[in-house]
Structure formats: C-alpha cells, structure tokens
C-alpha cells in the first residue's frame, strides 16, 4: 500500500482498530460449532477403517510466566510443577486414547506442533518426559516437521539442547518487537537481550528453520520504532517471519480497560497504518531477498523452508488436537476441547471426553474452507479445486472476483489468481465475501 493510499484510508471511522476479531482461522466460524455434532465425532473414531489423509498432532501447552495485555487465549500464570504433572498426565491419557481409536490406529504424524501459551514454559525434564512418552504412544518416525513455539525468555541452552534433541525442527521465537518499553507496555514477560541469547543459542544448535514472530501496531509502537523492529529482524537473518497485526478481541486487558474508560477505539494504530507497517516490514525483507509466502510471512528461502503444518492443515489434512481447549480437524469434522483446565483434566481423570464442541461439516463448507485459507497464501490455484471439489471458483464467485478486480485486488496468471499486496494485507477482512452467507457476520470466538 502506498503511503499516499493509507493516509486516505485512515481518515475513516471503520479503520479504527476496535475491539473484536479480524484474523479468520478457520471455516465455518467457531459460533457455529455445538455439543449435537459431538456423538459424529465418536462415531468417526469408531469407524472400521483409518482415515486416509494425512495426520497432524497439535499439542497444547497452556502455561506462560506472565499474561500479556493483548493475549485472548485462556493461559495460566500460577501452575506449579505439580500442577503442570497432573496436565501433562492427562494430555497424555488423551493421546493413547486417540492412538487405540480405530480411525487413528497405527497411523503416525506427519506433522507435530506445540502451540500455547508457551511450550518453552515446560522444564528441560518435563519436555524430555512429555516427548518420549508421546513418541512411544504415537511414534514420530513418519514425521517431516515438529514445530515449537517458544517465548525467548523462557530458553537457556540446556532447555534448547533437550527441544533440539528429542526432534523440533522448526523453532518459532515470539519475540514481537525489540524495544524493551513496548514489550514492557504490552505486558511481555521478555526483553530483547533475552531474545538475542535465545538466538544466539538456537542458531549455535544449528535447528533446521527458525521462525520469529512479529506484532505490527503494539500497544506504543511508532513509526521510528517499527522500522528499527524491522531493522533488527533482518539483521538476525531468520529463515521465516511471520508478522501480525495487532487485534483487540474482547477477552484482553487491552480491551477490559478500554471498557472501563468508555472507549470503542483501542489505544493502537489503526488498521491502515497496521498494513502500512507490515508493507515495509514485507518490503525491507524482500530487498534483503525473502520471498512473501502469505499474508503473514516471509521466508528466505521458499525452495528449502517449508511449514508443513499450515501447508498440510491448509489443504485438508487430519489434525488431532490435543490439550485444554485446543481446535482439531478429523474425516471433515471440526472440533475443540474443553477450554478450562479443571474440567478438561476432571474429564480425562474420570474416563470421560474432554471434547467440548464439533463440527460436522458439509463437502461445500470443506471446499469453502480450503478456498479461503489458501487466499490468505496470495493465490488461488483453480485447476485443485476443480480437481478435488469439481468446482468452477471463477464461476461461483463471479460477484465477488469482479469486487475485488474493481479495487484492482486481482491479478490473472494462466489458472491461478493472485492477489496483489494491497489485498494481500487486508485478506481477513476479504474472506468473508466467501463465506455461505449463513456464515456471514458470525462472531469468530
Ligand atoms: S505469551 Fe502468548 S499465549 Fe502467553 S500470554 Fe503472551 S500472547 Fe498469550
């Protein structure tokens, strides 16, 4: 986007950042998603036969030294490491009741990923525990990807050495932002002389991809600042980076003081500035010679780093989710556990499901799903979708693609559709013209 384009944007009420979700996950969205489509579920793991597509495990990891002011996930501060026992152990109760279901018996992951809160929050000890166990319930001799999401304070190279060792192969460091007032404002546990330790220590370890984090728009966050944020990122030569920008859901601190103090705009960029910023970030990456792969990303070297799970989870794969309130994907079916810890550990303690909601989805919405996630890759490729679901996208969403080549979002190359930049950094707020128009306007939450 052009300096010119955004400053005209901005001056519009609707581009405030205001309270509520704007990054779409997943399709259909969660408030469709209920207790009546749970018994499908157990009956597809019941099935005679395994399922065929490929299988990812998520395995999610709560926990986190300190809550900071724009998170809105359910994470815990307080566990002590028997508290964080009795988790593992019934996560891993999860996982053998998984691996004995017939839909999932004797297959193996191709992808793994620890998501959170904060894996790295985990002790070396308990890391290396966790891992065996979980290899000997479901063996990872098949797998081509174990992601690991780390908060760069949380790491010293004994713990590092224990996530190298037991097979992480993509380390994903949030590190956010460099300066130390924003981390501090936005109530980040880090500092940037523990992300540059951190750094250090993992490219010493030789890790096959590490992947930083960034936020566009924190809480304080300057013009001046954002540019020395970018700076430094490059200056670390990571093999990706992901760049978000900032939301304000209602489940934050951010937005609680918002609430108190009568405000409806968020005390951050709005979201053309935010676009500005991820442009230069994108920008700057590109002169240094990345490759953007998505709205969110860029990588150094498109040929060799890959990210199986979104790849593979993009494109229809199995996703057994397991952990407090985590989402899956299994034979079509969507699902999420118990989001509170208790009840989801009482539950697997007493022999019970810890599922909480699912969704059984129709072959339209799966086709809708994959279409919308690859938009956020920046190009459709037409010919797979008439392969795999026989349907004609150019055809069906005539409207909607003659919307987007108005506003020149759009650019044709043989049978694939790119979008442009511009489009490419506002494609949440786009997919919802893609959406059954039940789905439309529905809460993200
Ligand atoms: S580290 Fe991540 S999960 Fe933990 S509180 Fe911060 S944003 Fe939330």
Redesign the pocket.
């Known amino acids: 986007m052009t300096e010119e384009a955004s400053d005209c944007a901005s001056s519009s009420g609707e581009d405030k950042t205001e309270a509520g979700n704007y990054f779409v996950s997943n399709y259909p969205p969660f408030s469709f998603w209920g207790e009546d489509d749970l018994p499908c579920l157990e009956s597809l793991l019941n099935s005679p036969e395994p399922g065929t597509a490929p299988l990812g495990l998520y395995y999610h990891i709560p926990f ?1 030294r300190k ?2 002011h724009f ?1 809105y ?1 359910r ?1 815990y501060t307080d566990k002590n490491s028997a508290q964080i026992r009795r988790y593992l152990a019934a996560t891993m109760k999860e996982l053998r009741g998984y691996a004995e279901k017939p839909y999932i018996k004797g297959r193996l992951p191709k992808f793994v990923y620890f998501g ?3 894996p790295s929050y985990l002790s070396a000890q308990q890391l290396t525990e966790l891992t065996d166990e979980m290899k000997a319930i479901m063996p990872w001799d098949e797998t081509e990807e174990v992601t690991f999401e780390c ?1 760069p304070g949380t790491l010293r190279e004994k713990k590092l050495e224990v996530i190298k060792n037991f097979g992480v192969t993509r380390l994903s460091l ?1 590190i956010e932002n460099f300066d130390d007032h924003v981390l501090e404002t936005n109530g980040r546990a880090h500092r940037s002389g523990e992300v540059f330790r951190a750094y250090e220590f993992a490219r010493s370890l030789e890790f096959e991809q590490v992947n930083v984090d960034l936020i566009a728009g924190m809480l304080e966050e300057t013009e001046d600042n954002w540019k020395d944020t970018v700076r430094q990122a490059i200056e670390l030569a990571p093999d990706n980076v992901t760049i978000y920008q900032m939301e304000i859901p209602h489940n934050t601190t951010i937005y609680r003081n918002m609430r108190e103090e009568g405000k409806l705009t968020a005390p951050v960029a709005d979201w053309p500035t935010k676009r500005r910023w991820v442009d230069y970030a994108f920008g700057e990456f590109e002169k240094s010679g990345y490759t953007v792969t998505s709205a969110y990303t860029a990588v150094k070297d498109p040929e060799k780093t890959k990210f199986v799970y979104r790849d593979r989870l993009w494109a229809g794969a199995d996703m057994l989710a397991t952990g407090v309130a985590s989402f899956g994907h299994l034979g079509g079916i969507h699902y999420q556990n118990l989001a509170h810890i208790e009840r989801y550990q009482e539950a697997l303690e007493e022999g019970r499901s810890p599922l909480s909601r699912a969704l059984l989805t129709t072959e339209d919405e799966r086709f809708l799903r994959e279409l919308i996630l690859q938009w956020k890759l920046g190009q459709v490729h037409l010919d797979y979708f008439q392969d795999k679901f026989g349907e004609n996208v150019e055809k069906r969403f005539e409207s909607v693609l003659a919307r987007l080549d108005e506003r020149a979002f759009l650019k044709r190359e043989d049978r694939i559709l790119h979008l442009t930049r511009d489009a490419l950094l506002q494609v949440d707020t786009l997919l919802h013209d893609f959406f059954l128009e039940k789905h439309q306007g529905a809460r993200y939450a």
């Open positions: 986190c809550r900071c998170c996930f994470v959170g809160g904060t908060e949030g």
